[in-house]
């Protein structure tokens, strides 16, 4: 019973250690993309249809606001345009970010860099 006890402990460790490097990892790859992104995009660039229940939205904007990285955005609960907007797309959820006018459902900060670099 003490030994798999310690393997669990060892276990338990060995799973801390591996998210917290994981943190660690995805922190520094965003630092160094936030002002990668802030330097490509210009004000129309980047426009965000949002829902005021959404999580990962919120992850988004805060992103985005953090960096400096000029944005629009819109609240599908709030405003019949955005709505509109969001159904047109038919997108499975939000964020759905339009960069340039192409539609990306989900956040993904190394996307939009990639697309903002290729110019559009």
């Not at 276990?11 to 994981?22: E, F, R, Y």
């Not at 985005?64 to 019949?80: N, P, T």
């Not at 006018?101 to 939009?112: E, L, N, T, Y």
């Amino acid at each position: 019973m003490q030994a798999s006890r310690r393997s669990l402990l060892g276990l338990v460790a060995l799973v801390m250690a591996v998210s917290a490097v994981s943190q660690w990892w995805a922190g520094r790859h965003d630092a160094a993309l936030g002002p990668q992104l802030a330097a490509l995009a210009r004000p129309g660039d980047i426009h965000m249809v949002s829902s005021t229940t959404c999580a990962y939205c919120t992850v988004a904007r805060q992103f985005l606001q953090r960096h400096g990285v000029a944005f629009s955005e819109c609240f599908i609960e709030r405003d019949a345009a955005c709505a509109a907007q969001f159904a047109a797309a038919r997108a499975p959820g939000t964020p759905l970010l339009l960069v340039r006018g192409r539609p990306m459902v989900g956040f993904d900060a190394q996307r939009i860099q990639a697309t903002l670099a290729r110019g559009g």
